[in-house]
């Protein structure tokens, strides 16, 4: 077991401990914003034949050599192909087709004129410009080339993805199902929303903050319920929560009192415990282990600790859980635009909002920091890591971080 190990080697730790879930076919109409559990290959060209851009008439490009207003060229009109028909005569010298937009284009024609730029009876069409071969069409896999890699496994299946798997005629892709996570809370003076407020008694924020955090990761919450100060009524959760979902999220209970009792409720559970704190501010107080194959991450019940410990270390588990081939966040360089005043004796990490301008991304910090400022966080959808030792930051500085 690790204790109070940097964020990186707690991140990492865990990260090493958990498996992607066995990959399964859905509907294709379900797997929005799942993974892609293989890689996306075209097995066909979009389009797989030559179609019109535009509502017009196809035709030889060597037929309207010359046109001009003064000097039009009048073609006959063979036919009119509209989309998701098929035409049943060629194109021959002095002769096109009337075509919409999708349409396919006949033998013997090789270009495409827009209405806009004709005159047209049913029988015959003037063309007062040159076209030249190719102009105006489609061609056969303009889109996509068959054997083209069109995502990758690990990848999320976004709306384009979606597309182009119903393009490629795909009814049931392989992926990887959403994992679910149980959220259980802790602690004798939780309330939940709805019941009347009693002294010394505090509303269950967390279960609400994290079932946000997760859905926002693609992962399906599910609520275990709330335990006293009791480790065995805290046990009982956990294990129903391994029973029943893919990992459990827990609040309070991990840090050094008397009735900090979660990671005691973790062993009794049988979860190999692998962390016991970590050196981040906030979020110093967790508990993670695993249990076959599943992780067990044990937050702070301060609500701003739980949420920056989330998203810094448990979030890329559960992401990989989710199938992810890069479940760690992009790094990106965050420049504050506004002052921090605090020194940083350890690990931190700063939550605030992006701010695009001038082609710089800039973190406007939330004002207050502290551990337990639920607040400060709305909103929040970037956050920066402060190096150790750093004292106070003025605006302007460069801090590497992730967005949310």
Do not use: H
Not at 80 to 99: F, L, N, S
Request: with cysteine; charged share 20%.
């Amino acid at each position: 077991m690790l204790e109070r190990p940097d964020y990186l080697t707690a991140r990492d730790t865990l990260l090493q401990a958990v498996r992607p879930l066995p990959p399964l076919r859905l509907p294709l109409e379900d797997c929005a914003g799942l993974t892609l559990a293989e890689d996306l290959i075209a097995e066909e060209n979009i389009p797989a034949f030559e179609r019109s851009p535009y509502d017009g008439y196809a035709l030889r490009g060597q037929d309207t050599a010359g046109a001009s207003k003064e000097s039009p060229v009048c073609l006959r009109v063979l036919e009119e192909v509209a989309a998701g028909a098929v035409p049943t005569q060629a194109c021959t010298p002095g002769t096109a087709t009337r075509i919409m937009t999708g349409a396919p284009i006949p033998q013997g024609a090789d270009a495409v004129i827009m209405y806009e730029r004709t005159e047209f009876t049913p029988e015959w069409v003037k063309v007062f410009e040159p076209v030249k071969a190719g102009d105006n069409v489609v061609q056969i896999g303009e889109d996509v080339r068959r054997g083209q890699l069109l995502a990758g496994a690990g990848s999320v299946i976004d709306a384009g993805t979606l597309g182009t798997l119903a393009a490629q005629g795909e009814e049931t892709p392989l992926v990887y199902r959403r994992p679910k996570v149980g959220i259980l809370s802790t602690g004798s003076e939780i309330l939940e929303a709805g019941q009347p407020l009693q002294p010394g008694k505090i509303y269950n924020s967390n279960r609400y903050t994290l079932s946000a955090a997760l859905k926002g990761i693609g992962c399906q919450p599910v609520y275990l319920g709330t335990a006293g100060d009791s480790a065995q009524d805290i046990r009982a959760l956990i294990e129903r929560g391994l029973e029943q979902c893919d990992a459990v999220v827990s609040t309070g209970g991990v840090s050094a009192g008397d009735f900090d009792l979660t990671p005691d409720a973790m062993e009794l559970a049988g979860v190999e415990t692998l962390i016991r704190g970590v050196r981040l501010k906030p979020g110093m107080a967790c508990a993670y282990g695993i249990r076959d194959g599943k992780p067990v991450c044990a937050l702070s019940g301060n609500p701003a600790s739980s949420l920056t410990n989330f998203y810094v270390i448990a979030a890329p588990a559960l992401r990989k859980l989710a199938g992810l081939a890069q479940p760690v966040p992009e790094e990106v360089s965050l420049t504050l635009l506004n002052p921090f005043p605090k020194k940083s004796k350890g690990g931190r990490v700063l939550r605030g909002r992006l701010e695009l301008s001038g082609g710089l991304a800039g973190l406007r910090i939330s004002a207050d920091q502290g551990n337990v400022v639920l607040s400060s966080t709305i909103g929040c959808n970037a956050m920066a890591f402060v190096p150790v030792g750093s004292g106070p930051l003025e605006a302007g500085t460069q801090l590497k971080g992730f967005l949310l």
